[in-house]
């Protein structure tokens, strides 16, 4: 079973009708299948809740799209993940091949009794499956009033602006600050778009964005048939952020990096979490944030042009809770149905 993007045989393009489906038997659905794949009801709602999240935030590719590709390889795991090395603010954790958001959640506690205990806990995790949004994971840390950051690599799918040979991975990065409300978080890929919107793309056979993707001449196209890699943002700047994301989930904790990832168990994660009491034992730092976003909304809101990090996406899931139902693309429904009697096999 290859864990890279489907088929890129080519498709007809279709717009496939929608479903309006109720978010809670989505969610049955997906805590089904996990235990089709032999989770518990606790680990396998906690799984559910984290890949329904992505899709409430309007982040699709991250959502249920994602839950139908990775749930593929749920009965590959082995875990428990397992901490094969810990010094002073380091971890280092072999997942065992656990369903992502389990790995990341082991990851999250490490990283928090570290930083409790030294001010600074840095977490690294290996042979895990993939998961969805990273800012849940980053605001479960700024929950405890630490601050949170979460990245992770991939194989080497990403090039810089007018380059064509991939040797980055896609590096996504999240950081999620404590307040005294609900955490301010941000939560960004360092390419111009994700891979996760390739494959969804090759199977409806619709076209790419407009230059986020080159094919292996490294020109741009929306031919989701001749895509190769997904381009790098913000030109030379984006490029240096990728680089370091890239070392931070790679050569810091012993991990491969660029060409010499060749899977998903080869795939490195970091986690971090720092608590501001060490630095400034007399603040309160969620105080602090909090003034901060208040100063921000209010020029937000002056100028009419932007808003804070995490503000759509919160809105957007408060507004879906509230409706009860979203929609759903009639074949992505069919395969979460597929998955949740057992069809693991399927795509």
């Known amino acids: 079973m290859s864990d ?5 045989r080519r498709t007809s393009p279709v717009a496939p009708a929608s479903v309006r489906v109720p978010i809670a038997e989505l969610s049955d659905l997906m805590v089904r299948t996990c235990l089709a794949a032999g989770l518990n009801h606790r680990a396998g709602r906690r799984v559910a809740d984290h890949f329904l999240t992505g899709e409430l935030r309007g982040k699709p590719s991250h959502g249920l799209a994602k839950f139908a590709f990775e749930s593929r390889f749920f009965p590959l795991r082995q875990g428990p993940p397992e901490i094969v090395r ?6 280092v954790v072999d997942a065992h091949r656990e369903i992502g958001p389990l790995s990341a959640e082991f990851a999250v506690t490490a990283a928090i009794e570290r ?3 030294l001010g600074v806990g840095l977490v690294g995790v290996i042979n895990t499956q993939r998961y969805g949004v990273l800012s849940t994971f980053t605001e479960a840390i700024a929950a405890h009033g630490l601050l949170g950051i979460a990245a992770n690599t991939s194989r080497a799918e990403a090039v810089p602006a007018g380059g064509a040979s991939a040797v980055l991975g896609v590096n996504p990065l999240s950081f999620a600050l404590p307040t005294l409300g ?4 941000a939560d960004m890929g360092t390419t111009l778009a994700p891979m996760g919107v390739l494959w969804e793309h090759r199977r409806s056979g619709n076209p790419l964005p407009e230059q986020c993707f080159v094919d292996a001449e490294g020109s741009p196209t929306s031919d989701p048939h001749a895509a190769s890699s997904a381009i790098v943002f ?7 952020l990728s680089l370091l994301l890239q070392t931070l989930t790679g050569s810091l904790f012993g991990f491969p990096m660029g060409s010499d990832v060749d899977s998903t168990w080869g795939t490195g994660y970091a986690f971090i979490a720092l608590d501001p009491t060490f630095a400034a034992p007399d603040q309160d730092a ?6 901060l976003a208040e100063q921000l909304r209010a020029a937000a809101a002056a100028d009419g042009t932007w808003r804070l990090p995490g503000d759509r996406g919160r809105a957007l899931e408060a507004a879906a809770r509230t409706n009860g139902t979203i929609a759903v693309p009639g074949p992505l429904l069919a395969r979460l149905s597929a998955r949740s009697a057992g069809d693991f096999t399927s795509d």
């Open 86 to 91: 810990q010094r002073g603010v380091f971890t």
């Open 234 to 240: 913000g030109d030379h700047r984006g490029f240096a």
């Open 4 to 8: 890279t993007a489907p088929s890129t």
């Open 115 to 117: 930083a409790r205990r």
């Open 182 to 185: 609900e955490p301010l978080s």
């Open 286 to 291: 969620a105080a602090a944030n909090t003034r």
